[in-house]
């Protein structure tokens, strides 16, 4: 059964540099998860935020020439500037330096240590002094090299703090097993288990202190916080654990909630191992879902600053607008797969559905309704004939199985029903044939019972696309004449109600792009420019 509240969260994304339009994918399908259970009337929490200390941040900060603060600040503001042109929706943004958080990150180490999770130890790895850096055997390689600056390291000691992992290896196993949509895909877990747990899980060293710019531990303040355990709490600390007011932790992350927190596949280990065994020595309930979604990639592989392939949403949206990049996302990447960025596709995407298929569907049947019946919705005659039902049997499926799979969070596949049932909608014209219906004074009703299909199966579609597209589908709405919300989410079932509405022609919802400027357009901004 469908709980009451629904959680969703994006990993806290590192402000190192702007975001690409990787980030912005994981961002924008968790937004159109949020708005779909919203849309349901589920009261929904929607979580984004960033990741900001760690020895990463502070080395860029440093060569930026500026204090770590100030550096994540000024990136920190442009990710939120982005998030805000793209509409996202969000509920909360969680930045790891905000004090209410770092206030119970310290709480949270002092829990675990009085429980005695964590326990002080000696750190040995390879030291390179003058990066002030610790590295693995296999970091440093059999010639016991710097992996940053090539010097020679040396085996080192130093006094870290540890949390003991084993401890829980078989109630993570145990736990698993008992909630087995936990992983999502399925062949994460595999990997996981058989990579990881059944290996044996190591103690992990959880302070550092090499660096600084973390949160200090309050009992022994030269150490910081390893950026894991800091960063996977902000899902509670956004919501309130252990402050002064806990009404949205005890709703949103109380038994009557569905957690789910999406991920890309580079970070599966630090959300399916270490943040459910911190939970569990915290002792607080465990996420019912870990999404991980695949990469975008580009065609030499993973987008990069060095290889100059990597591009920024604005670019796209700057152009296209938002709801061109928000369908690229929900319709050409397989959800769970890695998917592949290419200027030729997504110029496809929007001409062929976008343009073609839904924003020519729109005109025509406007068109229609303003020469045949001077610009009314005719009403609704019943299933008049074989036609007419099969356009209803193809809705009312489209419907149930569009609901089927964002139930499963497999967005690419419902948005897949949508613009099957839009492109039947266009067949169903040229199979109707309304310009022969019209000359005939006989077949009126059946004109009629067409167009009154066509504007509803738009309808319909609007609504079903209103969680992905931001504005075709409120322009689709005006362009019908439709008063009502398209948040009126209870409609989208209803056959029968629509007619007497006046239509309006208005431009077209996306413009014919012409092919061969736009992608050469698209790739003089991946190249590093
Ligand atoms: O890992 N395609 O932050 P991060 C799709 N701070 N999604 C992509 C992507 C791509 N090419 N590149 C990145 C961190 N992402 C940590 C997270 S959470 C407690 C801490 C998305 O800035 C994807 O969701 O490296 C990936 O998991 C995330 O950004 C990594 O962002």
Redesign the pocket.
């Known amino acids: 059964m469908a709980k009451k509240y629904f959680y969703v969260t994006?990993?806290?994304?590192?402000?190192?540099a702007k975001?690409?339009?990787?980030?912005a994918?994981?961002t924008t399908i968790a937004d159109v998860i949020a708005r779909y259970k919203r849309l349901q009337g589920i009261e929904t929490y929607f979580l984004t935020g960033?990741?900001e200390h760690g020895e990463k941040i502070q080395k860029n900060a440093e060569l930026a020439g500026v204090n770590p603060q100030k550096f994540v600040d000024d990136i920190v503001a442009d990710i939120k500037k982005l998030w805000s042109t793209m509409k996202i929706s969000n509920d909360d943004y969680i930045r790891t330096t905000d004090e209410r958080h770092v206030k119970v990150i310290q709480k949270i180490f002092s829990k675990m240590l009085e429980n005695g999770d964590i326990y002080l130890g000696d750190y040995e790895g390879w030291y390179c002094t003058p990066c002030e850096s610790f590295w693995t055997d296999t970091q440093a390689g059999e010639n016991h090299i710097c992996p940053d600056c090539g010097r020679p390291v040396h085996k080192a000691k130093e006094e870290a703090y540890f949390f003991r992992m084993s401890k829980y290896s078989d109630r993570l196993l145990d736990f698993y097993e008992r909630h087995p949509d936990f992983i999502t895909p399925e062949s994460r877990k595999n990997e996981m288990i058989n990579n990881f747990i059944k290996k044996g899980l190591e103690d992990l060293c959880v302070s550092r202190t090499t660096f600084s710019w973390g949160i200090p531990v309050l009992e022994n303040p030269k150490h910081v916080v390893y950026?894991?355990l800091d960063?996977?709490f902000?899902?509670t600390t956004a919501l309130g654990y252990l402050q002064d007011d806990e009404t949205l932790f005890n709703k949103f992350w109380g038994e009557d909630s569905e957690i789910v927190h999406?991920?890309?596949?580079?970070?599966t280990r630090?959300?399916v191992i270490y943040?459910p065994i911190f939970l569990m020595s915290l002792g607080l309930r465990l996420p019912d879902k870990v999404y991980v979604?695949?990469?975008?990639?580009m065609k030499d592989g993973?987008?990069s600053k060095s290889k100059g392939n990597v591009i920024a949403p604005e670019v796209l949206i700057d152009r296209y607008g938002i709801d061109a990049l928000r369908y690229y996302y929900v319709s050409e990447?397989v959800f769970g797969t890695?998917?592949q960025f290419t200027p030729e596709q997504f110029v496809e995407r929007v001409n062929i559905d976008l343009a073609n298929d839904f924003g020519n569907l729109l005109n025509r049947t406007v068109g229609m309704i303003i020469k045949y019946f001077d610009g009314v919705i005719p009403e609704y005659q019943g299933t008049l004939n074989e036609l007419d039902k099969v356009m209803e049997t193809t809705g009312k499926l489209a419907i149930q199985e569009y609901h089927n799979k964002m139930d499963d969070l497999r967005i690419n596949e419902a948005y897949q029903a949508v613009f099957n049932y839009i492109s039947r909608a266009n067949k169903y014209v040229e199979e109707a044939k309304p310009w022969e219906l019209a000359k005939d004074p006989t077949r009126n009703n059946e004109l009629k019972s067409v167009m009154n299909h066509l504007a509803n199966a738009l309808r319909q579609s609007a609504i079903m696309l209103s969680p992905a597209l931001l504005e075709a589908p409120k322009k689709l709405f005006e362009a019908l004449g439709i008063k009502g919300d398209l948040t009126e989410y209870k409609t989208l079932n209803d056959f029968t109600s629509l007619g007497g509405q006046h239509v309006v022609k208005s431009n077209p919802l996306f413009p014919r792009l012409d092919a061969k400027v736009e992608v050469e357009y698209i790739k003089s901004f991946m190249q590093g420019k």
């Open positions: 994006t990993p806290i994304y590192y402000p190192s975001l690409h339009i990787g980030h994918y994981c960033t990741d950026v894991w960063a996977l902000n899902y999406l991920i890309g596949n580079d970070i630090f959300h943040w979604h695949g990469l975008i990639m993973k987008m990447v890695d998917g």
